[in-house]
């Protein structure tokens, strides 16, 4: 997942900066409030990995209460990773315009859809739970 993320991210900024084809003025806007938005998105992937890490040390050893764990931090990264586009749409519209926002959170979605699957592809499924009375 670390090798990854950090092969996306060096060719990320290549491919935004050809598909945004912003204007001098509007990359000196733009790349400023992009290092934040990718440094936030890099502290909330270290949760995804938290939690993927988790999922394999007890893959062979699943319960109920711990797949419930486990299931409830996937979402939980899934709104924070929505409430972080919302905001940085937000930011961008504010800052450049609106059209501009979405074209970006528009690429933005299509790169992490593809991260998201190449990690998921990796992932196994969960075959066999073990039984959990208390937590259902």
Known sequence: ?????SDVNTEK?????EAMQFSEDDASVFWPIYK???FKLDKLGNKR?????????????MND???GEII???????EERLDL????YNELKEELSPSQAAK???LDHQIQLLIDLQINANLPLLEKTGSDTETK
């Open 65 to 67: 209460q711990k797949a």
């Open 104 to 106: 970006f959170i528009q």
């Open 1 to 5: 997942i670390e090798l990854l993320r």
């Open 72 to 78: 409830k931090q996937a979402f939980d990264y899934q």
């Open 36 to 38: 934040e938005y990718e």
């Open 49 to 61: 990995v938290a939690f993927i890490k988790d999922y394999a040390d007890n893959y062979m050893n």
């Open 13 to 17: 900024k290549a491919l935004i900066a």
């Open 85 to 88: 586009k919302k905001d940085m």
